[in-house]
């Protein structure tokens, strides 16, 4: 065994450090909480999917992982590359978004879900999944000098419990708007990496209360959630995003809106001819009624955009559905 992992089998033993070598960790999302998870996950020694649908921007270098000449890379891919100069773990790389349609092929033989995710239509995702297939999932996030971890698991109360109601868009504080410092991202990320090497390794205990931290004023909790006996989810049983009908996803996010199609057929090179794009053959860049939009090779494109309905058309001219 690679002297690599040296201190953590003094600590633990061999056995606990071949479980945690023979696992693989599903990381959604490489913003902040991503890379430090990731990076934790993979000098300990866990194999990695690295998820992300987007690309690196110079506000991400703050508290992340990412070099400047990372900016404008997909961020599942910069942050593989960064991690395997310093870790012996195989690390997948997609840059994919999480949603009803992918949520299968994405999923596909982890052990256990890192939540680093942004917006909260895909942790709403997450949770169905987690319950349905009995994946558990640590959820993490981080603003302004505030941070919160919960670990969940099919066993207990669900994500649903702790937040019933999807909150509507625009009313949920994101880091674009009220910012993060990055020490709230080092600590959430720290908690989340801790109780995934335990969960993998059987390491200790895992406090499966809420924890709350406020680094401004120095406060730390632990709320304990319970299960709602009227959660839609976890007792009923209803998964009603994973079966949603509709083929197209609109979803608010930091920057904007990601609009997210079942299936499209769409050819950047010719997209990026006509509007003026800066095409990279995997993404293309332009701007459309004084919007940036980036479109993908799958159909998903992303638009700098507080309007819903603008961002739909904007989607609709554009590709056509």
Not at 128 to 152: I, L, N, T
Request: hydrophobic share 35%; net charge negative.
């Amino acid at each position: 065994m690679s002297e690599i992992y040296d201190r953590q089998i003094k600590l633990f033993g061999e056995k606990k450090q071949q479980k945690l070598q023979d696992s693989l960790v599903l990381v959604l999302g490489c913003g902040a909480l991503g890379n430090l998870v990731a990076n934790n996950l993979a000098r300990a020694g866990a194999g990695l999917r690295l998820v992300d649908r987007d690309v690196v921007e110079e506000s991400n270098l703050h508290r992340t992982l990412f070099r400047k000449e990372d900016l404008g890379r997909p961020k599942a891919e910069a942050l593989k590359e960064v991690l395997e100069q310093g870790s012996e773990v195989e690390i997948e790389a997609l840059l994919n978004d999480f949603n009803r349609f992918t949520w299968e092929e994405i999923i596909e033989d982890v052990d256990i879900v890192a939540d680093c995710l942004d917006s909260m239509l895909p942790r709403y995702l997450l949770n169905e999944v987690s319950v349905k297939e009995e994946v558990p999932f640590v959820h993490g996030s981080a603003v302004k000098a505030d941070g919160r971890v919960k670990f969940f698991d099919a066993n207990n109360e669900c994500f649903r419990c702790l937040y019933p109601r999807r909150p509507e868009p625009g009313k949920l504080e994101t880091c674009s708007e009220s910012g993060v410092i990055n020490s709230a991202t080092s600590l959430v990320s720290s908690f989340q990496s801790n109780m995934i090497i335990k969960y993998l390794t059987g390491f200790g205990s895992i406090n499966k209360d809420l924890l709350v931290f406020d680094l401004k004023n120095g406060d730390f909790r632990s709320v304990r959630v319970n299960r709602r006996k009227d959660c839609v989810v976890c007792n009923e049983k209803k998964f009603e995003i994973m079966e949603g009908g509709d083929d197209i996803i609109v979803e608010e996010t930091c920057e904007g809106f990601n609009v997210v199609p079942k299936s499209a057929d769409v050819n950047l090179q010719k997209i990026s001819e006509n509007y003026n794009g800066e095409y990279n053959e995997v993404f293309v860049t332009l701007t459309f009624t004084g919007k940036k939009v980036i479109i993908f090779e799958n159909g998903r494109m992303q638009i700098n955009t507080n309007d819903k309905k603008e961002a739909r058309s904007i989607y609709s001219k554009i590709i056509g559905l």
